[in-house]
């Protein structure tokens, strides 16, 4: 990626933030486009004078077009990134995620960008039986969010086909690190969890519990775009990016009440519409053809994310 041009939507967020400084340590001239609803300048506090940011929508088809000039490589982060949320407010989730994604790749198109990195989700397969599910898995989504992100995919896909253009989609499973927000009522539970631990407040849990996730640490997800932006091996494919490993709710929370060092138990709550009850990815061909293996297990990654959440509580 030395000396591309590259540009990453939903730059100010989460896994984009990372992402930006990753492509900066190798050399990249990077280009941000995020209308910062979800995002924050402060995730790009160490990056802000080494790129171009652009505070702008993917629901415009200008926007989109300027984003894309003189651009090699776009990865794809901005989303509306909620199953639950997707089903409470499912017209605003199409227009960001199904339209969002559709002016970036028409303008990517007219703009001569090789590579398109799209970010996807597990959220396509909803409830499989097949455990560890691999990308050849029936894809039945129990979401606006799950259908939108499959739209992406077979988009990206069907540009690949038609224009050349080097597609390729991840689908995420369940990320989790530094920057990672705990605020929203839809936000992530392993921020949440946190959160509440270190702040001696009882974290809640949607169901009993026993509903399973693979989870994967934002540097690894980082990296799997960087190998998905530079392999010759998988153009209109879709990978499945996690950690390969099933830990269910409530041992996910024992493993953080003890790396917090908190004896807190966990309150139940109902679960909530569009939330599966299983995760768990076989990731042989992300291995196979991308080359990717996680570096992180999931102690590890939970230590260095709680050290982030209580440096971040003190300051």
Known sequence: MKGKNVLVTGGAGFIGSHLVNALLSVGSRVRVMDNLSTGRTDNLADARQDIDLRESDIRGPDACRSACESIDTVFHLAAFVSAPRSVQDPILADAINIAGALNLLIAAKESGVRRFVFSSSSA????????????????????????????????????????????????????????????????????????????????????????????????????????????????????????????????????LAKVAGSSLRPVYAPERPGDIKHSHADVSRAKDVLGFVPSFDLPTGLAKTVEYYRLSAAQ
């Open 124 to 255: 396509t397969y909803g409830d499989t039986d097949q455990l560890p599910t691999p990308e050849s898995a029936h894809q039945r989504p129990l979401s606006p969010y799950g259908l939108e992100k499959l739209y992406g995919e077979n988009a990206a896909r069907i540009y690949h086909v038609l224009h050349g253009i080097e597609t390729i989609s991840l689908r995420y499973f369940n990320v989790y690190g530094p920057r990672q927000s705990p605020e929203s009522d839809y936000a992530a539970v392993i921020p949440k969890f946190i959160t509440r631990l270190l702040a001696g407040i009882h974290p809640t849990i949607f169901g009993d519990g026993k509903q399973t996730r693979d989870f994967l640490f934002v540097e690894d997800i980082v990296r799997a775009n960087l190998l998905a932006a530079t392999t010759d091996h998988a153009n209109g494919e879709c990978f499945n990016i996690a950690g390969g490993r099933a830990i269910s709710l409530n041992e996910l929370f024992a493993v």
